[in-house]
């Protein structure tokens, strides 16, 4: 498959039926570092932890509309997703979530390679990696300069740890799963109990129970046509 292509529904479902490998070869199929695409690029951080669902809907629903995701780490190599679930069954009652395995993902290119004005948006997704990841000096640079260049960036859960870190939330209005709340208010920003928040430039949603709000369709909007 060239970079060129698209991953159709078909060739989704044979990458994920393949286990943790599969959707790491799925994770490779943008073009290669260094081509060029022609496509507006959209940065992704992920880390070991990084939630599985906050991540896959948005890898694939902006490639989608004609996107290259180029998803990013500490450094470029495998990383471990999570899932991340208040077990509905559960014999003892879990007050946050439960973590399990999920599949793995590929970092393209680590975060002290990356040259944040060649991208046109950032998707910050959650989980647990945003603890460590927030502590990484390159991914704090590659997060001010798309507040301070007013680019698009997407902030589900979690990942409201990493732009709080980032120190870009003064005077900032968001979401995220209510456990993070200080992350915003502790930095100068206002928590707003909402499914999904627009804020300018800043496009958050609680968790991934709501990518069924517009909060997808509004970061679309803010990002530079696709052709």
């Known amino acids: 498959m060239s970079g060129e292509d698209h991953l159709n529904r078909r060739e989704v479902f044979r990458f994920l039926a393949a286990g943790p490998i599969g959707f790491a070869m799925a994770a490779s199929t943008s073009p290669m570092l260094g081509e060029s695409s022609g496509k507006p690029k959209i940065l992704m951080p992920v880390g070991d932890a990084t939630e599985a669902v906050d991540t896959l809907y948005p890898f694939f629903r902006l490639a989608e509309e004609g ?115 200080l992350d915003i208010t502790q930095v100068g920003g206002t928590y707003v109990e909402e499914p999904y928040v627009v804020d300018g430039n800043l496009i958050s949603a609680a968790t991934w129970h709501e990518y069924y709000t517009p909060f997808m369709k509004e970061f679309l909007a803010r990002l530079p046509k696709a052709t």
């Open 67 to 181: 996107y290259q995701v180029v998803v990013s780490g500490p450094e470029a190599r495998l990383y471990h997703m999570v899932l991340h679930e208040i077990p509905p069954n559960a014999n003892v009652p879990w007050d946050i979530t439960e973590e399990r395995p999920g599949y793995h993902i590929k970092s393209e290119i680590a975060f002290r390679d990356v040259a944040p004005q060649e991208y046109a948006g950032l998707f910050v997704s959650g989980g647990r990696a945003p603890e460590y990841l927030r502590y990484d000096d390159d991914l704090m640079r590659i997060t001010r300069h798309f507040f301070r260049e007013n680019k698009p960036v997407a902030v589900v859960c979690h990942g409201v740890e990493i732009v709080a870190a980032a120190g870009v939330l003064k005077g900032r209005r968001m979401t995220t799963v209510a456990k993070c709340e």
